[in-house]
């Protein structure tokens, strides 16, 4: 073979070889190949992680459990939702409302009935979300969303009062110190998170300087090794589900109303669209593992998801995961260091988080003028609900319900009934226009004439919309009055989707009396 044609075939080989190697750069997302995108998930991670720990621990005691249980949870949960969840970028671990639900089975029942109950409820979650549980998102109102996010930020707020509270005094200067790096840092340079830089600045300086401040080691023992899989420790009986079933299904609940409605969040920020079946569904799936992995369950974080997400600028799952990894190390590597961070850092921290996820623009006095009364009564009433019951999903349950209510009360008013009588005075026609349903038609029956109208009567639906039941029972009612007068009425106008479900439960309802 000639040196050119062995030259040609062994271009030819390693073109073929290049090929494949190339068609899988090709498969790679964008962000796989930008370093700069790597720096951002990464320094979010990290950021995320060292925020996570002192609230891991505080709902490990607010569980009643160890607080490596709440670590552990915070681990699993963020690792596992990065890989099965709907919303890239959205932290899930340890959270308080969790812990509120299942403090009662650890305190009445045992670490083991608690870890049952947390495996039941992602069986309950991965149910609920095949069941498209995550579809009712679509009732939640604006109003009720704005209340939520203010709400979010009112309770981060006050989650940071006790760190204030019967301290050293060189705590106030340290979150004053953290608050102006974390104001005044991205202006020199966004590189690297201005929560990090804080972080870091006041550790070196209480370290070296042997201030005597609160620290993470204070609030409890981090880990010092991982955790391992295992069988919740109970008896494997109809009486156990029994016990442990209405617990999970309050945890399966709560915590899809927090995860979904922080995932909504998430999209408004970064104008993205999130699959919520699948986010429901990938909550279930990671508070199976965690169970599994002894841990207390959780669901989305939305303070460190806004640290993630609003203040890091992360966007993909590799913040997500990296969070958990992080955490682990940190925790096992670098317990001694992690326990000198002062908590004047983090409190710095979720009080800028606060101040940030705050919607400023929704109580100002421009905007409370012009927004009608309904809805911000709705806004105040999910703000109240939810810091006098720590628990975000009652609020926006109240919220919604409220919003529903004042809706009906304002579409009620919009139907109409107008009568004109021919001058001959043998009939009267009534025109009705608006939304008919159980709010407007329950006056529906007092707009008419009975005695005094000539024997035919005819209404006019042309300009209405027959809804459901209680407006055709009103239609029958109407009809019934006038037949004991001996007249006759005749409804005209219908749409098809009223005339479908006029026809249907016409007669029905009242028994004709």
Not at 23 to 31: G, Q
Not at 207 to 236: C, K, M, N, Y
Not at 272 to 300: H, L, W
Request: charged share 15%; proline share 5%.
């Amino acid at each position: 073979m000639s040196s050119a044609s062995s030259a040609s075939s062994a271009s030819s080989g390693s073109s073929a070889a290049a090929a494949p190697a190339a068609r899988l750069r090709a498969l790679k997302p964008d962000w796989l190949r930008d370093p700069k995108v790597w720096r951002t998930e990464v320094l979010g991670g990290l950021v995320v992680a060292l925020a996570l720990i002192p609230e891991a621990i505080s709902f490990s005691i607010i569980a009643g459990v160890d607080p490596a249980i709440g670590l552990f949870a915070s681990f699993t949960m963020a690792v596992t939702i990065s890989l099965v969840g709907g919303r890239r970028a959205m932290i899930s671990a340890a959270t308080g409302a969790v812990a509120l639900v299942i403090a009662p089975v650890n305190r009445e029942h045992g670490l083991g009935y608690l870890v049952a109950t947390v495996v039941l409820a992602g069986v309950f979650q991965i149910v609920l979300g095949a069941l498209g549980v995550a579809k009712l998102m679509r009732f939640v109102p604006r109003s009720v969303m704005t209340g939520f996010v203010n709400a979010l930020a009112v309770l981060i707020f006050m989650a940071q009062v006790p760190e204030m509270r019967d301290v050293p005094w060189p705590v106030y200067p340290l979150i004053a110190g953290g608050l102006a790096l974390m104001v005044f840092f991205p202006r020199i340079t966004r590189v690297v998170p201005a929560p990090l830089v804080s972080i870091v600045v006041l550790t070196v300086i209480t370290v070296a300087a042997g201030i005597a401040v609160p620290t993470v080691g204070d609030r409890g023992e981090l880990p010092s090794s991982l955790p391992v899989p295992g069988l919740p420790d109970v008896p494997f009986t109809l009486d156990t589900l029994t016990t442990v079933a209405p617990y999970a299904l309050a945890m399966a609940l709560v915590g899809l109303m927090e995860s979904l409605m922080t995932a909504q969040l998430v999209d408004d920020i970064t104008e993205t669209r999130s699959s919520k079946t699948r986010e429901a569904v990938g909550q279930g799936v990671a508070n199976i593992v965690t169970g599994f992995f002894g841990g207390m369950g959780g669901c989305a974080m939305i303070g460190q998801t806004m640290i993630n997400v609003k203040v890091s600028g992360a966007r993909t799952r590799l913040s997500t995961f990296l969070a958990g990894a992080f955490l682990m190390v940190l925790c096992v590597v670098f317990g001694p260091v992690v326990s000198d961070i002062p908590m004047a850092a983090l409190v710095a921290v979720m009080v800028m988080v606060a101040f940030g996820t705050f919607d400023w623009h929704s109580v100002s006095p421009k905007t409370l003028r012009r927004m009608p009364a309904g809805e911000i009564t709705v806004m105040a009433l999910t703000v109240a609900v939810v810091v006098a019951t720590h628990n975000l999903a009652i609020g926006v349950v109240a919220g919604t319900v409220t919003a529903m209510v004042v809706f009906a009360r304002r579409v009620a008013r919009l139907a109409h009934v107008t009568a004109v009588t021919d001058p001959d005075g043998t009939q009267v026609v009534y025109a009705v226009t608006g939304e008919l349903f159980f709010a407007s038609s329950n006056d529906l029956v007092q707009r008419f004439d009975y005695a005094g109208d000539p024997d035919r009567v005819v209404i006019d639906l042309s300009a209405a919309h027959v809804w459901d039941a209680s407006s055709v029972a009103a239609l029958d009612a109407v009809e019934t009055r006038y037949r004991r007068r001996g007249k006759t009425v005749e409804i005209t106008g219908l749409n098809d989707p009223s005339a479908a479900l006029h026809g249907r439960l016409t007669g029905e309802l009242t028994g004709g009396h």
